[in-house]
């Protein structure tokens, strides 16, 4: 089924506030499982799968510890939305030439859309590579090459981001985006947890109503 | 030649802590630079055609009609549906699931496989599904207390009357026009690359246009159908007056704040056309007649206003006594003078109270389309460079930027109940936004993040401990609770307009001045508040019909003409 990346923006940013992210790492799910659907990538499917890995566990025990170094968490495995936040906070590093690496990270083609933020800020290609895989973004475009059973892993030991020369075979995004719908009901059964019960108070006195609105 | 007159003057954009208050920005009123104007002066320009290729609807009143819209290059499709909805089930609320009318704005001309897809999914809204090819979808309701007697007049052959036309305004309201990938639809990035879809909201104030028609067309058919060979044809003068109505609910004040870059679009091309003609050294007399005439106009419309809900009969009370008073200062002031929009717009600030100064502002700019039109083409907004958040700026710059931006939230007591009395949520029951009573339901679990002045004050205290050279990407790490204001900070340091200025969680807050601010950019006027949450207004009221649609007609037609004033 196709749905407009609106929807499955609207739809990943409710479901990730309902697995109890903070309102700002919800906004970064949303952008970034969007920027995946536009080039056909399983960013939903992916995002369920790590909602439902990380269900309301603090964030600060799936981040890095430090920024210095290799990027490790306390918990053992890094969280991708989490870690590629702080790598797209962190752009002006690789601009320098350092490499960022994460270690042990769940889902790492969810770090993917982050490196596009920071080939916008850097002005140049950004590329992410675990395994066999290797993606490179000047923000707007991406090269994809890998396997798809690696690109779409639920764990990659090493993962690694940097500067990098330029694009070779891009891909321009499109503007709609296909989903299964048991992904979609995956999604939005997380989603729904940030909707309030209906109240009989709630109908009449939420929304403003008691006037007439039939005249 | 204008370049010349502004030369050596410089009027500076009025200060986003005076126009982001909520009292002003609920005091806003359509401008030139509001949608539905900006839409129709280019339909006029551009000479837009239009045609109705289908009206197959029985004498029930229910079918679908088909209007179509052909631009230079583009065809654009209203499909609509009637229905015949009983009155029980009447209602302008998000959690209504039938409505007397449907539609869907689609993208070309449809075929009959078109047709028969969206008669199975537009009809009940929500619940279904759309595509790529369809722009909006919305659902509009009779006003039940003017279609019936337009219709038993027309069908007995007697024109209906227009006071009762006046004092509603409308024959059906919508109650939702959802665009930007609702539903299915066509995302706007899309189509924002076609020129007549770059300023905001222009599907929608099209689809709008085009249901002005319908409506027009379907009393009409009704009336033929009661009445026979003795029905009148509804007079060309009475249906000009009939806009379309709207009803607007607590979803659009969310808006607003969910979209600081778009928001800071609208505000600061209006301050910067403000500015520009405050800078004017000297006024033409033919510049001077126009403005005098458009504020006479702007009285009259204001006389013909009408709201019994309390908070705006006071708001009215001061716009007709603003109006007077300038009227009457003009009497006595030579725009002839050096520097006459600069001088009057101060006298205005001194004497007029919001309602006044913002009427003022808005009419200042129709005699200078020529200076002020093309910043429509500045309303839109791309958030991509924007959502990113900077993470090497240190947490001392962070902190100047709260200082300045949010100094009023910085100064607010939110340990104080009724500086947070509210909360913002989402209901399950067909996800209506709702504002509730924090301590008093058991909302808060649900609460959306619409209250950027707390949320600052939170952040600007969990930095105080922090030295001021660490960069924000450390503290984020520690504390990503705080990613989501930081990043509106890092916005608002950009955007200066991005952020209404106010507490939007206040035991006081009025969601209706939301609301007017976001609806007097469509170019609504005559809001008529009907609690402190929701809002009816009238667009296109005095609006050409596609058919009368050209370049004299296009523009000033939300000013009531003098002569109607009967």
New interface residues.
């Given amino acids: 089924m196709?749905?407009?990346?609106?929807?499955i923006e609207a739809m990943s940013k409710r479901a990730a506030r309902g697995a109890g992210?903070?309102?700002?790492?919800c906004?970064?799910a949303a952008?970034g499982t969007r920027w995946l659907a536009s080039f056909g990538l399983p960013g939903p499917a992916l995002l369920a799968d790590l909602l439902e890995l990380n269900d309301r566990l603090p964030?600060?025990d799936l981040?890095?510890i430090s920024?210095s170094g290799d990027w490790r968490a306390p918990a053992g495995r890094l969280s991708p939305l989490?870690a590629g936040?702080?790598m797209?906070?962190?752009?002006?590093r690789m601009d320098q030439g350092d490499t960022i690496t994460m270690v042990n990270v769940s889902f790492p083609l969810l770090v993917v859309p982050f490196a596009s933020?920071a080939a916008?800020?850097l002005q140049g290609a950004v590329t992410v590579e675990w395994g066999d895989v290797h993606l490179t973004t000047d923000g707007l475009n991406l090269c994809i090459q890998g396997p798809d059973a690696a690109l779409n892993a639920a764990h990659a030991n090493s993962l690694r981001c940097f500067a990098s020369a330029g694009m070779t075979a891009p891909k321009a995004p499109v503007?709609?985006g296909t989903l299964d719908s048991d992904v979609a009901a995956r999604l939005n059964a997380f989603a729904?947890r940030?909707?309030?019960?209906?109240?009989e108070?709630?109908?009449l006195?939420?929304?403003?109503?008691?006037?007439s609105?039939?005249? | 030649m204008t370049q010349e007159r502004q030369a050596g003057r410089h009027v500076p954009l009025r200060d986003p802590r005076d126009v982001m208050r909520l009292a002003r920005l609920g005091a806003l009123h359509q401008s030139r630079l509001s949608f539905m104007r900006i839409l129709t002066r280019r339909m006029a320009r551009e000479n837009w055609r239009f045609n109705r290729t289908a009206f197959e609807i029985n004498t029930q009143g229910v079918g679908h009609a088909v209007y179509t819209a052909h631009t230079p290059t583009r065809s654009y499709s209203l499909v609509a549906f009637a229905h015949d909805l009983p009155?029980e089930q009447?209602?302008?609320?998000?959690?209504a699931t039938a409505w007397d009318a449907t539609f869907t704005l689609f993208d070309g001309v449809p075929t009959a496989d078109d047709i028969t897809r969206l008669s199975q999914n537009v009809p009940l809204q929500e619940a279904g599904r759309v595509?790529?090819t369809e722009l909006s979808v919305s659902r509009a309701?009779r006003?039940?207390?003017l279609w019936e007697h337009v219709v038993a007049s027309l069908a007995a052959g007697d024109q209906p009357d227009m006071a009762r036309i006046k004092a509603v305004g409308y024959l059906m309201r919508t109650t939702a026009v959802y665009g930007?990938?609702?539903l299915?639809?066509?995302?706007?990035?899309?189509i924002a690359d076609r020129p007549e879809f770059n300023p905001p909201f222009q599907v929608e104030m099209l689809s709008v246009f085009l249901t002005r028609a319908f409506v027009r067309d379907l009393v009409q058919h009704m009336a033929n159908t009661r009445g026979g060979d003795q029905t009148a044809t509804l007079d060309g003068n009475i249906s000009r007056h009939m806009g379309i109505g709207n009803?607007t609910?607590?979803g659009m004040a969310p808006f607003l704040l969910n979209h600081p870059v778009l928001f800071n679009n609208w505000v600061a091309a209006r301050e910067e056309a403000l500015a520009r003609v405050r800078a004017i050294k000297a006024a033409r007399d033919g510049e001077i007649t126009l403005f005098e005439q458009m504020l006479d106009r702007s009285a009259l419309s204001a006389q013909q206003w009408h709201s019994d809900h309390p908070i705006q009969i006071k708001k009215l009370a001061q716009l007709r006594a603003d109006l007077d008073q300038l009227r009457a200062h003009l009497d006595s002031t030579d725009l002839r003078a050096p520097d006459p929009w600069d001088t009057l717009y101060l006298w205005a600030e001194a004497n007029l109270s919001l309602e006044g100064q913002e009427c003022l502002a808005s009419l200042l700019l129709e005699p200078y389309g020529a200076l002020v039109d093309e910043l429509s083409e500045h309303m839109a907004a791309d958030n991509?460079?924007t959502?990113?958040?900077?993470?090497?700026m240190t947490l001392g710059a962070l902190r100047g930027i709260l200082e300045t931006d949010y100094g009023w939230a910085l100064n607010t007591d939110w340990s104080a109940p009724e500086n947070r009395a509210r909360a913002w949520?989402?209901?399950?029951?067909k996800?209506?936004?709702?504002?509730?009573?924090r301590f008093k339901?058991?909302?808060e679990d649900?609460e959306q993040?619409l209250a950027p002045g707390r949320d600052a004050a939170t952040l600007f205290a969990a930095i105080a401990h922090w030295p001021d050279d660490t960069?924000?990407?450390?503290f984020?790490?520690?504390h990503?609770?705080?990613?989501?204001?930081?990043?509106r900070a890092q916005i608002v340091n950009r955007a200066p307009y991005a952020e209404i200025r106010d507490n939007t969680i206040a035991e006081t807050v009025l969601?209706i001045d939301m609301l007017r601010c976001k609806l007097a950019f469509f170019g609504a006027s005559h809001f008529d508040p009907?609690?402190?949450?929701?809002v009816r207004i009238c667009m296109y009221g005095g609006a050409p019909f596609p058919e009368d649609l050209c370049p004299d007609t296009a523009d000033t037609w939300v000013y009531p003409q003098l002569e109607d004033d009967t």
Avoid at chain 1, 21 to 25: D, E, K, R, Y
Avoid at chain 1, 88 to 92: G, P
Avoid at chain 2, 431 to 437: A, M, N, S, V
Wanted: hydrophobic fraction near 35%; proline fraction near 9%; glycine fraction near 8%.
């Fill in positions: 196709t749905f407009s990346l609106n929807e992210l903070p309102w700002g790492l906004e970064e952008k964030p600060v981040s890095p920024l989490i936040s702080a797209s906070d962190s752009a002006m933020g916008l800020r503007v709609r729904h940030t909707y309030a019960p209906a109240t108070q709630s109908r006195l939420g929304a403003g109503a008691g006037l609105d039939n005249d | 009155p009447r209602s302008d609320r998000v959690i595509s790529q309701n006003s039940v207390r930007s990938g609702k299915g639809a066509a995302d706007r990035e899309m009803s609910g607590l991509t460079p959502f990113r958040i900077a993470g090497a949520y989402v209901s399950e029951e996800l209506e936004p709702r504002l509730g009573d339901e058991a909302i649900y993040p960069p924000v990407a450390e984020l790490l520690r990503p609770e705080h990613r989501h204001i930081l990043r969601p009907r609690s402190d949450r929701w």
